[in-house]
């Protein structure tokens, strides 16, 4: 089963940027695609944005589309996961996770810890 860790977090000022990571480790094999996902205090997990795992597809929340960008490295190489965040808004804070979905799943079943991303008006 993959494992994933998430860093970068932190606390930023409104209109500044962060860059999440989201390294992958453990059997990559049956990969399908990667995500982030964010749950605010309070509220439900929410999605943000996802991309295939060896191809080069992506999709945003319409909440983050031109402000955020998913991006990887090569999976055969240092298997990491990013989550560029610019522009970013109050609305923004929340704890960010990353996510694994395995080929024929429905879901994204496996997690990171999750890395708080704090932004100040």
């Known amino acids: 089963q993959e494992r994933l860790v998430e860093s970068g977090g932190g606390l930023v000022q409104a209109g500044g940027s962060l860059r999440l990571s989201c390294a992958v480790s453990?059997?990559?094999?049956?990969?399908?695609?990667m995500a982030w996902f964010r749950q605010a205090s309070g509220k439900e997990r929410e999605f943000v944005a996802a991309?295939?795992?060896?191809?080069?597809?992506?999709?945003?929340a319409d909440s983050v589309k031109g402000r955020f960008t998913i991006s990887k490295d090569n999976p055969r190489h240092t298997r990491t996961v990013y989550l560029q965040m610019n522009s970013l808004k109050p609305e923004d804070t929340a704890v960010y996770y990353c996510?694994?979905?395995?080929?024929?799943?429905?879901?994204?079943?496996?997690w990171g810890q999750g890395t708080q991303v704090t932004v100040s008006s």
């Open positions: 996510g694994a979905k395995v080929r024929k799943a429905s879901e994204f079943g496996s």
């Open positions: 991309c295939t795992w060896l191809g080069s597809a992506t999709s945003y």
């Open positions: 453990g059997d990559t094999l049956q990969l399908y695609a």
